[in-house]
């Protein structure tokens, strides 16, 4: 669930990052990383290191930038790997690229090499494509698979954790939220996929009711096949600052809240390696959004303070390997931006509430197009995640009218914090990460 933006140039102090000292220090760090890597890699595996004809600086190809978003970051490399292929992106770290049925066609998996099997980081989204190239992976693979992990519960991560978990004979390690959040989802898709509390938070935010029948129609495109593994029905729990070993190498878990209730991270310290799963990506913005399965939840606190987080522990020299887009280096000035962003669509709101307006109503304010369909079910939510956000900080009042929620601004301080006509771009419409 995710969807595109476009950032200003504001920066907090002490968070920015500068390229004219990144392009001339990533060459160095990666040189002198290579040369660490093939040594380990001789002493540990017996595999060819540098010496021997395998030269880990190709893990470090031309530098690129892209442009705004991202035009603080650095990303070593120029594109993914070929489907169904891997490519070793740190020492006992392969990055893999799954399809997606959808815009955001995309997914980035991983494993992490241990002493007697592969661990799985994400799982790629259901349906037999997915399925083929994963058996072509692990017949071409020199050890079994030992376990699989799943950073959250969205379908794009957990969609073959059945058939992996099965096939390998392999436990599933989630955090606990993560966990009954993925079971409560694939009971709900095999379900009717409609209730009144559904149809009564649409109808609160103003939503056609010719809406909820254009959802029930597409419910189909929702429902696992029969051919698909049920998800998991036990799991190994992971918990926030727990270190896993594999592959002689430490990896502290991190947890982060907003996009999912317990999204799971790993960071090598050592490696300097983050696999960020949706918590930090380079392009586009994880979709923080109120659901009708929880109509009156506040996610964006939650989320904004583990971006902070993040900002404080991650040091901008690791590597962060994301679910979607290229890994990159700059994680305080990404996660910088995201903040800004967040902040950003919260005072555009609050200055299109001076006047009571509903939920439908504001989606203009954010959004450059129309929404229909499923992107209209997530920018309806991230819209009241923020709207939420700023009640909680009592910015905003809302009142039941005629059966829809309406909402006004409140603060009297928002006269000396307005600024109409010098916000970032209006966001794409948020891409759905399920079919």
């Not at 994963?134 to 693979?141: E, G």
């Amino acid at each position: 669930m995710y969807e595109l933006c476009k950032f200003g140039s504001k920066r907090e102090p002490g968070h920015s990052l500068d390229l004219t000292q990144v392009t001339n220090w990533i060459p160095v760090r990666a040189a002198r990383i290579a040369d660490e890597w093939a040594d380990k890699r001789s002493r540990s595996t017996g595999r060819p290191g540098r010496a021997m004809g395998y030269d880990p600086r190709l893990h470090f190809p031309k530098l690129m930038r892209m442009s705004d978003p991202a035009d603080d970051l650095v990303f070593p490399y120029e594109g993914p790997p070929a489907s169904g292929a891997i490519q070793e992106v740190a020492p006992g770290v392969y990055w893999l690229q799954m399809p997606l049925p959808m815009s955001l066609n995309h997914i980035n998996l991983y494993l992490l090499e241990d002493d007697d099997g592969y661990v799985i980081v994400d799982t790629g989204i259901r349906g037999e494509e997915t399925r083929k190239l994963w058996q072509q992976i692990i017949d071409a693979l020199d050890k079994p698979i030992s376990r699989v992990i799943c950073t959250h519960m969205h379908p794009d991560h957990t969609g073959q954790a059945g058939f992996l978990t099965n096939t390998c004979r392999v436990p599933l390690s989630m955090s606990y939220a993560e966990f009954y959040q993925a079971r409560a989802m694939s009971a709900m898709m095999m379900g009717s996929g409609s209730s009144w509390q559904m149809s009564e938070y649409f109808e609160r935010a103003g939503i056609d009711p010719d809406f909820m029948t254009k959802m029930r129609e597409m419910r189909g495109s929702w429902t696992p096949q029969p051919e698909d593994h049920p998800f998991p029905a036990s799991f190994e729990r992971l918990v926030d600052g727990q270190l896993l070993t594999i592959g002689g190498q430490t990896w502290e878990v991190l947890t982060g809240s907003g996009h999912s209730p317990e999204h799971v991270c790993l960071y090598s310290k050592s490696l300097r390696v983050l696999l960020s799963g949706d918590q930090i990506l380079p392009i586009i913005t994880s979709n923080v959004s109120v659901s009708p399965s929880e109509p009156f939840g506040n996610p964006m606190p939650g989320w904004l303070a583990s971006l902070a987080r993040f900002r404080e522990r991650i040091p901008d020299e690791t590597l962060i390997l994301p679910a979607h887009n290229l890994p990159f280096y700059g994680a305080k000035a990404r996660l910088t931006q995201l903040i800004d962003h967040h902040e950003d669509r919260m005072l555009i709101l609050e200055e299109s509430c001076v006047e009571p307006r509903t939920a439908v109503e504001l989606l203009p304010h954010l959004f450059k197009r129309e929404l229909t369909g499923p992107s209209m079910f997530m920018g309806l939510g991230e819209c009241i995640a923020h709207l939420h956000c700023l009640m909680h900080r009592s910015r905003l009042s809302r009142s039941l009218d005629e059966g829809i929620y309406r909402y006004r601004t409140i603060d009297p301080t928002l006269a000396t914090r307005a600024r109409p006509g010098e916000h970032d771009d209006l966001d794409e419409p948020p891409r759905p990460n399920y079919v």
